[in-house]
């Protein structure tokens, strides 16, 4: 595994053994079992559902690409969350699109009525500039289904001048250090960034050997093969549940130059974080 980006690390060989395995499963292969496996496959493909509102600065959605100024991704209910309370509730945004997948996590929802521990992957952007898009990504993407989900997205977007925000969370025992992560004071706020990203970033950076998984390297991996400016915040948590002391741990960012122009009144996100939180906990009373 790469641990840092630029890194090629040979896999290593079993000099044909799994090419003969692979040949022999093929030769064995029935004509049922090619079928399963085809609507298993179809059964896994990522949609990407574009509203039918259509904007004339923006173009069609589906025929053609759009400009993009500004990608902001959160992934996971925290960091869903923290972008519902002190952005998305900031300003004037419209909901554009979703994610439609299914994988033994998960099954998504195209409503845009949801609650944080839904599954969903819900697209807006900003009325005032369509160039400011935001996502929201409260679902499980699969391994096999990475790849799909970033050339679907991505290939909607023009990706000149594009600068890429991404908020996830993490377990804090995740985090490889010295010390015991029982002394650490979580939760807490690392950064990781590609190469062309020159902007300040608003804590430290992630220290090596310390690597990250899932969507966040896919999309990370993408921008930085791409050329893409980005910049990825990962908050280290001992809570996995919705929690507001791990949301507000992502304040910091609000100051970065890609979200601080979008955050207009502190005090009333605050409020709307409390509402949110409240009501998720009676959400997981009723339902457990």
């Avoid at 004071?185 to 990203?197: H, N, Q, V």
């Avoid at 969507?215 to 791409?226: G, N, R």
């Avoid at 990962?234 to 949301?247: A, H, M, N, W």
């Amino acid at each position: 595994m790469a641990t840092f980006f630029g890194e090629v690390v040979a896999a290593p060989s079993r000099a044909g053994g799994d090419d003969d395995e692979e040949a022999a499963a093929e030769r064995e292969e029935t004509p049922e079992d090619r079928e399963i496996r085809r609507e298993l496959e179809e059964k896994r493909e990522v949609h990407i559902l574009w509203s039918s509102k259509l904007s004339a600065s923006t173009g069609s959605f589906t025929d053609e690409q759009f400009p993009c100024s500004k990608f902001i991704l959160a992934i996971g209910h925290n960091a869903v969350a923290f972008l519902s309370s002190f952005v998305l509730n900031s300003g004037c945004w419209e909901a554009i699109g979703s994610v439609k997948l299914w994988n033994e996590w998960c099954r998504t929802s195209n409503t845009t009525s949801v609650l944080p521990t839904d599954a969903f992957c819900l697209f807006y952007k900003l009325i005032s500039d369509p160039t400011v898009l935001l996502c929201q990504c409260n679902c499980y993407v699969a391994e096999d289904q990475q790849f799909q989900w970033l050339e679907k997205v991505f290939g909607c977007m023009r990706e000149e001048d594009l600068q890429v925000t991404i908020l996830s969370t993490c377990p804090v025992t995740d985090y490889k250090t010295p010390e015991s992560t029982l002394t650490l004071p979580s939760p807490f706020l690392k950064a990781l960034k590609t190469k062309e990203f020159k902007e300040s970033i608003c804590c430290p950076l992630l220290e090596q050997p310390n690597i990250v998984q899932g969507l966040p390297a896919a999309v990370m991996s993408y921008c930085q093969v791409w050329q893409i400016p980005a910049v990825l915040y990962q908050c280290y948590t001992d809570v996995i549940k919705l929690d507001t002391v791990t949301i507000e741990a992502f304040k910091p960012v609000l100051s970065s130059k890609n979200l601080k122009s979008l955050v207009k009144d502190m005090s009333k996100s605050t409020e709307i974080l409390k509402k949110l939180v409240t009501t998720n906990e009676i959400h997981n009373n009723i339902y457990t």
